[in-house]
Each structure stands twice: as C-alpha cells, then as structure tokens.
C-alpha cells in the first residue's frame, strides 16, 4: 500500500517538475528566438562614400570595391604598332548602386601599362565616367601623354558633377585611345593596358552612395522538451 502511494506521488512530482520546465523553457526559448531575429542588421545610407573600385574581368569587365576579387592572372589589352585613329580600350561597370547624391568632385583614375619592343611610346588617350546619360571626361596631358619603356602607370582626374543616382543608375568607366605613336619601335612594338590583378591593381577613386550590410554572427539554441 505504502510502496503504491510512493510510486504516485513519485510520479505526481516528476509530471509537476515537467510542468514547471514546459512553463519556463517556453518564455525562455521566445526570447532567445527574438534575440536570434534581431542580431542581423542591415544599414543603408545616401551620404556618399570614398571608395575605390577595382577594374576586374577582361575589356567589357566589372568594376568593384573587394581587392578580394582581384585574381593572381591580370586582364590585358594590346596596341600592336602606331595608331592614328580612335580604339577603344575597354568598359567597366559597376553593378548596382544605392540611390542618393554625387557630389562634385574628382574622380582619379590610375592604369597599369606595359611598352615593349620599343624605346617609348606617346599616347592620346581619354577616360570616361558615365552614370546614367551623363558623360565626363579627362585626357591624357603632356607629362602622362609619353610612355617610357617597361611598366608605369597613366594618370587621370575626371571631373564629375553632382548628380542624383538611382537604383536603376549604371556608373560605367570607359578608356580610350586616340593615337598611339612609338619611338624608336623594333618589330614586335606593343603597347599594354594591365588591370584586374594583385600585381596591377589598376582602380578609379569615386564617390558614391555605398549599401553597407552589417552582420553579426549568433547561436541558435535548440531546446529539447
């Protein structure tokens, strides 16, 4: 008799025990759920940003803020002999961009090039930003318009008007060349552009309303009831 009054009050406790724990874990498993929803955030601004954005892929290519994307091989485009008449070198585009304002400023522009076979090279060349239907332009001056043998860097500073961006707004960078001319040229004289590498890391300096994701890293807590 006494051993079966036990057994149910023994069992009595144990069911009131998980009642408790239910009651309690419940609250508790709410909360670590709603703690979980509210640690990503997301943070958009309109204000713009100086950001550097890197050429990548090949003449019709990407340009980018993540040195990340740069690869080990580096893209390139040849001008083989002289030339007298307009080519264009290539375009980059940036992907998508947050809506809000560009201020007035100007954007500078550095790429890489290689002369080879030759004792030098004097170039006309030109940059283009274009956001949206607007069009600004620099060229090359007389101290970056020669070229010395072996590597080096051509310099631009475009002009760029404050304007209003939307979602929709491409931003595309465009290069250039109006004429190519060699000195002292042997037969295999090039002139190369080189972009999209560690090694020539070939960028625009801009600035741009930029969409920064801030995401903080949680723990999910799993209760078993």
Known sequence: MFGNVRVRFLGRFFAASILILLMVSVPLSSQVIGSVKSEQTVVCCQDAHDVKL????????????????????????????????????????????????????NWD??????????????????????????EYTDSTDVDSSVLTQGEGTISFSIPVEANSVSSSSEIKLQLTARTVIFSVP??????????????FPSSVNAKIPLMEWIEKHFFVINFFL
């Open 54 to 105: 890197f050429m990548t892929g090949g003449d019709n290519g990407e340009l980018t803020p993540f040195e990340q994307k740069l690869s080990d091989e580096e893209s390139s485009a040849v001008i083989v002999n002289s030339i007298t008449s307009e080519e264009q070198v290539g375009i980059w585009s940036l992907g998508k961009v947050w809506p809000g304002d560009i201020p007035q400023s």
């Open 109 to 134: 522009f550095e790429i890489h090039y290689r002369v080879s076979d030759a004792g030098g090279a004097q170039i006309n060349a030109s940059a283009t930003i274009m956001i949206g239907s607007q």
């Open 186 to 199: 042997g037969g295999n004289a090039e002139l190369e552009f080189l972009w999209g590498s560690g090694e």
